[in-house]
């Protein structure tokens, strides 16, 4: 049974890493394409089970580790980061949110998408005509400036992230309107 276990523990332990360490890696540079949080999200589970597979796989193996001082430096310094990472040390846990604190980045994108075209081009220094300009050249058409960001996505079946894309591409690398570079 343990040849077996073998055989297939740490093919998925490697797979498994190699889903996790290439979403990460994306995660952590804020390129995310596609479904990347969620399969990194989910699909760790598969990492943590190919480890404990192939940790009960070679049972023997790895208690010899814990006879070595280098070994047991890295666990216990993996432990220690490990614990550590559950207070927190860097911030304020936010207001109604579980699990820590969110990208600030994310949650200013999240309020552009439920914030109507006039806002956003209140935020973005401009006004609503030009950003409807903005958005017809990017194919997307706009019949009301009240309307939120979700809603023209929603009416042009295109993903909010890709309109509030088009729209600060506008902006982006150009004076704004008043010279006020706030």
Known sequence: MSQTLKSWATPL?????????????????????????????????LL????????????????????KKPALGIIGAALIVTIASLFPVFGEKEEGKEGGKERTGKVAAQLLESSSLETVALVTKTTPKLLIEQLEKNGIMVNDPSLTIQQIASSNKKSKKALLGAILERTKGSETKDGDND
């Open 13 to 45: 332990a490697v797979g498994a890493f190699t889903i996790s360490a290439v979403t990460g890696l994306l995660i952590f540079f804020d390129l995310e394409p596609g479904i990347i949080e969620p399969v990194h999200k989910w699909l760790s589970w």
């Open 48 to 67: 943590v089970a190919g480890v404990i597979l192939h940790l009960v796989s070679n049972w023997k193996q790895f208690t010899g580790y814990f006879s």
